[in-house]
């Protein structure tokens, strides 16, 4: 760890003059721990802490991570808490109405100088010993000033702020790394895929107030892996819930296994899966009705409409999923290697009538809010993979990934690389994308 990861204010100014030693941080290289080429992955990525702390450092600094929607923020002193990987961070809208993003952590003693979960306010007082800052990050009160060296002086101690923040349709992204190539180009032809939920019409979308969080006891990459590639777990551990859903007189397994689709396999580790269909619909949705399918078709293109428009699962590496059908937006939280915590939002079309937006609200928490019905197979599932992860033999047993192996093609109707819709191959795409930036030194790392 060198001197260019000192913290900076909002002034660009390092802030003191300490240096940490090397063997702080000595890397672990993970070479052999993922073989994404054969679909193999030892599954101490799991449960080894000082791998975890290695993501913290070369996975999630470096990385372009999903914040907040815009629509969180409407008029200056708007805020927002949330994390960047284990970093408390504030997103807020400044005087000047620009939305940006600071480390919610007191430069006086590291306390949180905002406790609320959202809110409005005027300026960010830590309730420690009372250091202020203002919404563009500055400290602007210090009580007992006086009694600080001449030295001392505030523009050396504001807020620390995200060195990289911007949005994609509404999606508020932020980097640390000053270094991250631009947001559109880590997205890349994702954008073409996440673009089915979120530009149905020139209106875009907003979120439904507040947002659920809950804590699993997993690994991050569980949840952020399945949402890539696994459309596979569908029929087994949803079985009860889609019995629920299906139609009377149809059995369960018409509506899904009959179905062709796709995987979109992205090697910056990226990965959606889409059944495909010609009368695809929002099938038993009050949506449904509202949809106005030949626009759709007009805007987004038939092979959007029949795939990933209504169904489906997709990750923006790192941790950042969603679900169409319902507009489920959510966060899988890094909390240690064992622990994650799930931020989940409602995204709907603004053009929506407001029973409309209620009612998808309503089928978002039935299905994959905390106690959805499907959201609870899912939690359960990486519990339990968890649970027994930590057992010396069981943690020396690799994990099976080679469904699809070699499917890998340009199917001529979807941009990028796709596999089939059960394949493990975005799956690979994500362990192979994370070995490299484990066992790539991030730009803190680099030596001055
Ligand atoms: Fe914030 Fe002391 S920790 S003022
Ligand atoms: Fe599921």
Redesign the pocket.
Request: hydrophobic share 25%; no cysteine.
């Given at each position: 760890m060198t001197s260019n990861m000192a913290p900076r204010g909002r002034s660009g100014q390092p802030a003191g003059a300490l240096t940490r030693p090397q063997g702080l941080a000595r890397p672990v290289d993970v070479s052999g721990l993922v073989d994404a080429a054969g679909g193999l992955l030892d599954r101490i990525i799991f449960t080894d802490p000082q791998i975890y702390q290695q993501e913290l450092r070369r996975v999630f600094a470096p990385s372009w991570l999903f914040l907040a929607h815009t629509d969180q923020f409407k008029k200056p002193g708007d805020f927002f808490t949330t994390y960047m990987g284990e970093d408390a961070v504030i997103v807020t809208m400044d005087r000047t109405r620009t939305i940006r993003a600071f480390l919610n952590s007191c430069r006086h003693r590291g306390a949180r100088v905002c406790r609320a979960d959202f809110g409005t306010t005027r300026n960010f007082t830590c309730t420690y010993h009372g250091w202020s800052y203002d919404l563009d990050g500055a400290l602007i009160s210090v009580p007992n000033r006086t009694g600080y060296p001449d030295g001392f002086d505030t523009a050396d101690w504001g807020l620390v702020e995200v060195a990289q923040l911007d949005t994609y349709r509404g999606l508020i992204f932020g980097t640390w790394n000053p270094q991250a190539p631009p947001l559109r180009e880590a997205l890349g032809a994702m954008t073409w895929y996440m673009d089915a939920l979120l530009d149905h019409d020139d209106e875009g979308t907003e979120v439904v107030a507040g947002v659920q969080k809950w804590v699993l006891e997993g690994n991050w990459k569980l949840a952020a892996e399945?949402f890539a590639t696994d459309w596979y777990?569908?029929n087994m551990?949803?079985a009860s819930a889609l019995m629920v859903l299906t139609p009377a007189g149809k059995r369960p397994k018409d509506e899904i296994v009959h179905r062709t689709g796709r995987q979109y396999v992205d090697p910056k580790g990226h990965g959606a899966g889409f059944p495909v269909h010609p009368k695809n619909r929002f099938d038993a949705q009050p949506v449904h009705e509202w949809t106005d399918y030949p626009a759709l078709h007009e805007r987004l293109g038939a092979a959007r409409v029949q795939g990933p428009l209504t169904n489906g699962h997709a990750t923006v590496f790192p941790n950042f999923s969603y679900l169409p059908v319902v507009g489920s937006l959510r966060i899988w939280h890094p909390k240690g290697p064992d622990r994650m915590e799930v931020w989940a939002w409602t995204i709907v079309d603004k053009s929506w009538p407001e029973e409309v937006k209620e009612a998808q609200r309503l089928y978002n928490l039935r299905t994959f809010g905390p106690s959805g019905i499907?959201e609870q197979?899912?939690g359960e599932n990486w519990s339990e993979v968890q649970a027994i992860a930590h057992g010396f033999v069981t943690n020396r047993v690799a994990l099976n990934y080679q469904m699809g192996l070699g499917s890998e093609r340009e199917d001529g109707r979807h941009p990028g690389t796709t596999s089939e819709l059960y394949s493990d191959a975005a799956g690979r795409a994500f362990y192979g994308r994370w070995q490299q930036l484990m066992n790539t030194p991030a730009w803190h790392e680099e030596q001055t």
């Open positions: 399945q777990h569908v551990s949803h499907f197979d899912d």
